[in-house]
């Protein structure tokens, strides 16, 4: 059962995590915490992660998935926001295109497009 | 009827089947009408979702609080994201002078053009707190909204809007500047795009979804200390 025991491995960073940020009075969420104590866990260590690999991948390609019933909440509140919906939607939708277009102009004059990357990405 | 719905809506396994039947059904539909890639399956199923409720007349309050035990599992995938972020150590190594530099202003950007736009348009503050946190992982999103004073089911709508839209202008923007390097386009899609994004990048490939992790991360831990420090500025939200 390498997935399960893997999935105690990610539940036991998620709870040294929200240790460290309760004790600390950080203002960054357990498993933001959790996952860099992963990481770094993982570097000090090196290799011998199969078991927290066999629990991560699925669970990251199910990020979706678990955020849908927050998410549908909004279905339930347009009544409410009658009176607002062009300025949220106009601020979401424009705003994230104008972020995202900062975003990969500002990372292209900072990082470079690199060749090599652009390389390996064709082969996708 | 209504007392079945009642009865089995009693324990959380109704409220989970429903969202992964959903979420199922959803996928099926995206691919039988082949939809564009800036249209998520995670639209199709939210709003499969949202109708199946409705339809079944039930109370979203109570979907909810069966639901948040899928929810729960949002801690453990959040740290599960450590994994990938150790594989591209040495991507992420070799670029941090430049990334040190970036995600500050992108972070930023994200939330201070829509509460620009939703201000001018004259959103109260209460609307500008929960559209602040649009581009932050859920887990850490909730937290910035609770403290801001903004409404958390307003957030989680703004997240799935966010999500879509980051996906489409990534999309778009890439091909208008030609960009196609898989670090840029995943930290892209991390920052302005959370989670959906993130699922989006490990699409394009591992090295994309890599850099989403660390876009989004970052971005959460960034905007998750400013955020609350930055909305005591006078003028922002008066």
Known sequence: MPALRGFLWLIGFLLIGDALVTLAGLPVSAGVAGMLLLTAWLVLHGGGFDAIAAAARPLIAALALLIMPGVVGIFFMLDELAGQLVAILAALLLGTLLSVLTTLWLMRRLVGDDDASTREATHE | ?238
């Open chain 2, 1 to 238: 009827m209504s007392e079945l719905i009642e009865h089995l809506m009693a324990t959380p396994l109704a409220a989970v089947a429903l969202t992964l039947a959903a979420y199922f059904a959803g996928d099926r539909l995206f691919r039988a009408l082949r939809a564009p890639a800036w249209c998520p399956p995670i639209l199709v199923a939210a709003l499969l979702l949202a109708a199946a409720l409705w339809l079944l007349g039930i109370d979203y309050a109570d979907y909810q609080a069966g639901a948040g035990w899928l929810m729960l599992l949002l801690g453990p995938a959040t740290v599960a994201l450590g994994l990938p972020l150790y594989q591209q150590m040495g991507h992420i190594r070799a670029l941090w002078r430049p990334l040190l530099l970036c995600l500050p202003i992108a972070a930023g950007m994200a939330a201070l053009y829509a509460v620009g736009i939703a201000w001018l348009l004259g959103a109260p503050p209460e609307i500008l707190a929960s559209l602040a946190p649009k581009s932050v992982t859920a887990p850490i999103a909730i937290g910035i909204t609770e403290r801001l004073g903004g409404s958390v089911a307003l957030m989680m709508g703004g997240l799935l809007v966010t999500g879509v839209a980051a996906i489409g202008s990534v999309g778009l923007v890439a091909r208008w500047l030609g960009i196609r390097d898989e670090r840029l386009l995943g930290l892209a899609l991390g920052i302005n795009g959370h989670a959906l994004g993130t699922v989006r990048a490990f699409e394009i490939g591992p090295t994309a979804g890599a850099f989403a992790s660390l876009g989004m991360s970052l971005t959460g831990i960034l905007t998750a200390l400013l955020l609350p420090l930055a909305w005591r500025l006078p003028g922002l939200v008066g």
